[in-house]
């Protein structure tokens, strides 16, 4: 069984910055991709980042420029930090990952997600 554990989120101001992380616990013989999603009310889930295995990173282009997101393979955990945050980044935040288990099959795990707020 492998869980993930977002946290980081919160209240913050525009202009301002949160730092999200996401840890994988469990059974994980190798991650392969990191992602993070946000879904707003009434929107739905959309892919704002990835990391894959070999570092190489993807954005999607309302956050370009503000996010990034990195990997910590000897901790099992993800990260991304928000910078110049607006309202529209305002959403629940969850972390999706791509791994192997110990039985080398490949499987996928959400987070159970964080609440980012951000106040005009």
């Given at each position: 069984?492998?869980?993930?554990?977002?946290?980081?989120?919160?209240?913050?101001?525009?202009?301002?910055?949160?730092?999200?992380?996401?840890?994988?616990?469990?059974?994980?013989r190798?991650?392969?991709?990191?992602?993070?999603?946000?879904?707003?009310?009434?929107?739905?889930?959309?892919?704002?980042?990835?990391?894959?295995?070999?570092?190489?990173?993807?954005?999607?282009?309302?956050?370009?420029?503000?996010?990034?997101?990195?990997?910590?393979?000897?901790?099992?955990?993800?990260?991304?930090?928000?910078?110049?945050?607006t309202?529209?980044?305002t959403?629940?935040?969850?972390?999706?990952?791509?791994?192997?288990?110990?039985?080398?099959?490949p499987?996928?795990?959400?987070?159970?997600?964080?609440?980012?707020?951000?106040?005009?």
């Amino acid at each position: 069984q492998v869980h993930l554990v977002e946290s980081g989120g919160g209240l913050v101001q525009a202009g301002g910055s949160l730092r999200l992380s996401c840890a994988a616990s469990g059974s994980i013989r190798s991650i392969s991709t990191w992602d993070w999603y946000r879904q707003a009310p009434g929107n739905q889930r959309e892919l704002v980042a990835t990391i894959n295995s070999g570092g190489n990173t993807n954005y999607a282009d309302s956050v370009k420029g503000r996010f990034t997101i990195s990997r910590d393979n000897a901790k099992n955990s993800a990260y991304l930090q928000m910078n110049s945050l607006t309202p529209e980044d305002t959403a629940v935040y969850y972390c999706y990952l791509r791994a192997y288990d110990s039985s080398f099959h490949p499987q996928t795990y959400w987070g159970r997600g964080t609440q980012v707020t951000v106040s005009s």
